[in-house]
């Protein structure tokens, strides 16, 4: 922690948790945690008189700070819990086509390209704003084979994804989750690519509903 605050050596493990906490979701959510692990530790070292410390820590004591120890100096990558191969689709391909990858697949979320570079992400809820206009309409939206460049035009918010590198952690794609929400928006995928640009190839996609997965990999 200190190295990542680039802080001095006179501030205090405690200040660390506090500050590093702000920004480092791993930190935040592991922070109580730690705080009571600092308070044991200056139990043992510091508060005892004839060499007899005023706390000894159990095994599972020292079995949980070796965890948390391994947990932040290797977090987990984002990478290792998301659906890999990533299933997509073509920004002028039929509707009908991408609906029974997303049914087969029994995912709600479909990243469209432009050829090599991302165009959209297709959701189950665009396309259900494309149907109830459909029928507002004359109804021959239903029947018709529309292109997904079209349903796209109905979708809510356009700043739904995020694209992270292969060596993001999860906690980074908690943090992106969180920020969205503070926002009043909803991120509905992270689509994860080598370096995290639009126009690499697709590695791995996490959706809203992997975030329950993801807070059990940094909440263990």
């Known amino acids: 922690m200190r190295h990542e605050l680039n802080a001095e050596d006179g501030i ?17 959510r592991h922070a109580t945690e730690l705080k009571r692990f600092a308070k044991l530790r200056n139990l043992i070292a510091h508060h005892h008189s004839h060499n007899r410390p005023l706390a000894v820590p159990t095994l599972v004591s020292v079995e ?8 932040f100096r290797s977090p987990p990558l984002l990478l290792s819990l998301a659906t890999k191969p990533v299933a997509q689709c073509q920004s002028t391909d039929p509707l009908g086509c991408c609906v029974r ?3 087969d697949g029994v995912f709600s979320q479909l ?19 494309w149907l109830a206009s459909s ?10 084979e529309q292109i997904v460049a079209e349903v796209l035009r109905h979708q809510e918010d356009e700043e739904n994804v995020q694209f992270m590198a292969r060596t993001a952690t999860v906690a980074h794609s908690l943090a992106a989750f969180e ?3 503070h926002r009043g928006k909803r991120l509905e995928a992270i689509l994860i690519t080598n ?25 263990r």
Do not use: W
């Not at 205090?12 to 935040?28: H, I, P, Q, S």
């Not at 390209?113 to 704003?129: C, F, K, M, S, V």
């Not at 370096?195 to 909440?219: R, Y």
């Open 64 to 71: 949980r700070a070796e965890a948390l120890d391994a947990l």
């Open 111 to 129: 990243p469209v390209y432009e050829g090599d570079r991302y165009y959209g992400l297709l959701t189950a809820e665009t396309i259900a704003r």
């Open 101 to 103: 990858k997303m049914h």
């Open 179 to 181: 920020e969205f929400l």
């Open 12 to 28: 205090d493990f405690l200040a660390l948790v506090n500050r590093l906490g702000e920004t480092d979701t791993l930190v935040r």
């Open 135 to 144: 029928f507002v309409g004359d109804g021959t939206g239903i029947v018709d």
């Open 195 to 219: 370096g995290g640009h639009p126009t690499e190839s697709l590695l791995g996609i996490v959706t809203v509903q992997d975030i329950p997965k993801l807070n059990q990999a940094v909440n």
